[in-house]
């Protein structure tokens, strides 16, 4: 058998033992099969007219696409050994070569195949040599930007400053994560669904930021959301205020660690100003959501802002010019009066009460708003008020150790989901007993709070009530033991006697009756 034939035989056992090997351990790399696949079977057509030549008697061309088959195929032995090197060997072994760098060893190991085949054939690799380094030469002068292009992508790839996945900002101030670092060029993708194509020698000639990272290791980036509060609110106040917010629920991602933080960043420079500037600080986790997270920081911020009576600052200068109108105003009043009635009344558990009653705490209510992923109520806190929803939905949890002292982490179980109209916290403002469980905003949500001051003027005024009050508080109490417990209908009545008779003393006791 001619060594042609031997050869083209022995590649093509080694081709189907790589594709067995790729596809059992590394099928991921399925694809790089495919350089290997179509330079055999050009190799073998090649040969094929070879000797469909040779037979003709075209020596000379024959001879030529001999020459070219061998080439072909000792170009297809060194992509198998690089496939199996690079795509199997070295990735098994933990050892991840960049790209680039495979690409140069390839393209080495060409030359020294192209060397062996041509000597082979009685050519002399040094006048070969001779003439490619004047080739060189003149390339290297001619392409001076392109090669500089092509080793900075070796630099950048080599010393793995830029890695792909990393975030950067580059000097026009244009961010984006990077895709790929090539042998001309670094493709960057940006937030807006944009690519960047950067030239490599532009990026080694200039100073680029990597965001989110620190010494090689990934870190959250920190962001900033600034607002403006007025000089009439302390600054210990707001930032107490923001921080409680901050910190009191997650955040979708927001890191937990660092803890977010506000602090107060300058007063006004304007004498026509009266306001002081705060800055909101966090670290976020996935940099591709900036934008939706700054807006759910903001929201947040706002929420709290607006329950604790402190409104974002306005221009000193900006004048609000409203017609008075004492009939307008009274309808305003009337209107708010109503939404508060008709919100107090959805509470059935305040149906005993008479209209002036009711009225009497509709009077005494004021509206908050929670943001979506806000913690209403938390778990054994001590908070004397009743919250009637009037739109959104909220989840109760409450938080166990299911081995009590055991090694085991405490777990967070969904009792209910509320949704408006309804009300939350009547233990608490009747009795005055920490809070049972969790109660978290699922979405934005909007109720009015009622605080013991009001209620104890209605208590004071008919004590009896608090009888039938104990009754019904018994019953949802019992209902929820009953569903968790199984108890049957004389195991509920004997309950429901001592829960009301337990409710009765904490009221009183509570309310000093």
């Known amino acids: 058998m001619k060594p042609e034939l031997s ?35 050009v190799a073998v057509a090649v040969l094929g007219l070879h000797y469909a030549l040779a037979t003709l008697g075209a020596r000379v061309w024959a001879d030529r696409l001999l020459v070219a088959a061998e080439l072909l195929l000792a170009f297809t032995s060194v992509n198998i050994v690089a496939t199996l090197a690079f795509s199997v060997g070295l990735p098994r072994a933990g050892v991840n070569l960049p790209m680039i760098a495979s690409d140069l060893l390839v393209a080495v190991a060409y030359i020294f195949a192209t060397l062996g085949v041509l000597s082979g ?38 010393d793995g400053s830029i890695r792909e996945g990393d975030w950067v900002q580059l000097e026009n101030g244009r961010q984006g994560r990077v895709r790929a670092v090539r042998w001309r060029h670094t493709v960057i993708e940006t937030r807006d669904w944009a690519t960047l194509i950067v030239p490599n020698a532009q990026l080694l000639a200039s100073t680029i930021m990597i965001l989110g990272k620190r010494e090689s290791r990934a870190v959250p980036q920190r962001m900033w959301v600034w607002f403006n509060v007025d000089f009439r609110y302390p600054p210990t106040k707001v930032i107490q ?3 409680d917010a901050l910190s009191s629920s997650p955040i979708e991602n927001v890191a937990a660690d660092p803890k977010p933080n506000c602090v ?117 806190a001590r908070a004397n008020w009743l919250y009637v929803m009037t739109k959104g939905t909220v989840e109760v949890r409450t938080t166990y150790d299911p081995d009590g002292d055991g090694p085991l982490p405490p777990e967070t179980k969904v009792l209910s989901t509320l949704e408006a109209p309804d009300y939350f916290g009547e233990m608490g403002l009747m009795t005055g007993e920490p809070r049972q469980a969790d109660v978290v905003a699922i979405t934005d949500v909007e ?29 949802q109490k019992v209902d929820l ?33």
């Open 7 to 41: 050869w083209a035989l022995g590649v093509f056992a080694a081709v189907i033992c790589t594709a067995v090997l790729v596809n059992a351990l590394a099928p991921q790399r399925r694809t790089h099969l495919r350089r290997v696949v179509i330079l055999f079977f």
């Open 121 to 158: 054939h009685g050519l002399n690799p040094s006048s070969i040599l001779a003439t490619s380094a004047v080739v060189s030469a003149v390339l290297a002068i001619s392409l001076q930007s392109t090669l500089g292009n092509i080793l900075g992508g070796v630099a950048l790839q080599l």
């Open 241 to 243: 205020v923001v921080n």
């Open 264 to 380: 107060c960043m300058d007063f006004t420079k304007e004498r026509r100003e009266s306001m002081a500037s705060y800055g909101a600080r966090y670290h976020i986790l996935d940099l591709t959501a900036d934008d939706p997270t700054n807006s759910r920081v903001r929201a947040r911020i706002f929420t709290a802002l607006s329950r604790a009576g402190i409104p974002l600052a306005v221009p000193a200068t900006t004048a609000f010019v409203e017609v008075h109108d004492e009939e307008r105003t009274v309808k305003r009043t009337k209107r708010r009066f109503t939404e508060r009635l008709e919100a107090i009344r959805t509470v059935h558990l305040f149906r005993p009460l008479q209209d002036t009653e009711l009225e009497t705490l509709a009077e005494g209510m004021s509206q908050v708003v929670y943001t979506a992923g806000e913690v209403i109520t938390r778990q054994g």
């Open 447 to 475: 109720c009015f709070r009622l605080e013991k001051a009001t209620f104890e003027r209605v208590l004071l005024e008919r004590p009896e009530i608090v009888n039938e009050l104990s009754d019904r508080l018994a019953s």
């Open 481 to 513: 033991i009953a569903a968790r417990e199984g108890l049957d209908a004389g195991s509920r009545l004997s309950r429901h006697t001592q829960e009301r008779d337990k409710i009765i003393g904490g009221i009183k006791s509570f309310f000093g009756l």
